[in-house]
């Protein structure tokens, strides 16, 4: 049993900041890789951060620069430093583990608007 919560999403203006936590728990051994992906409406799930085990990055050309992923293996959890929002970061953005097969999140709201 593994579960996979996000949290932090919410409304911002652009420009602004934003943070989002995912902590996962249940029956967790190695995790190999963390993500962050992202939904719009109209549009399909896209890659936004990855973070492997040992600490290698990678992100989305569209957030390189502003977003930060980061990872406490100790404590299971990612998270997503966002900055310098623009309105097209608005989204769902779920939270996803990889270990052994793919666990995700429910997802949470992020609105950058004024």
């Known amino acids: 049993q593994v579960q996979v919560v996000e949290s932090g999403g919410g409304l911002v203006q652009p420009g602004g900041s934003l943070r989002l936590s995912c902590a996962a728990s249940?029956?967790?051994?190695?995790?190999?890789?963390m993500g962050w992906y992202r939904q719009a409406p109209g549009k399909q799930r896209e890659l936004v951060a990855t973070?492997?085990?040992?600490?290698?990055?990678d992100y989305a050309d569209s957030v390189k620069g502003r977003f930060t992923i980061s990872r406490d293996n100790a404590k299971n959890t990612v998270y997503l430093q966002m900055n310098s929002l623009k309105p097209g970061a608005t989204a769902v953005y779920y939270c996803?583990?990889?270990?052994?097969?793919?666990?995700w999140g429910q997802g949470t709201q992020v609105t950058v608007s004024s």
């Open positions: 996803n583990l990889f270990m052994k097969r793919n666990y």
């Open positions: 973070i492997t085990s040992g600490g290698f990055t």
């Open positions: 249940g029956r967790i051994f190695s995790i190999y890789v």
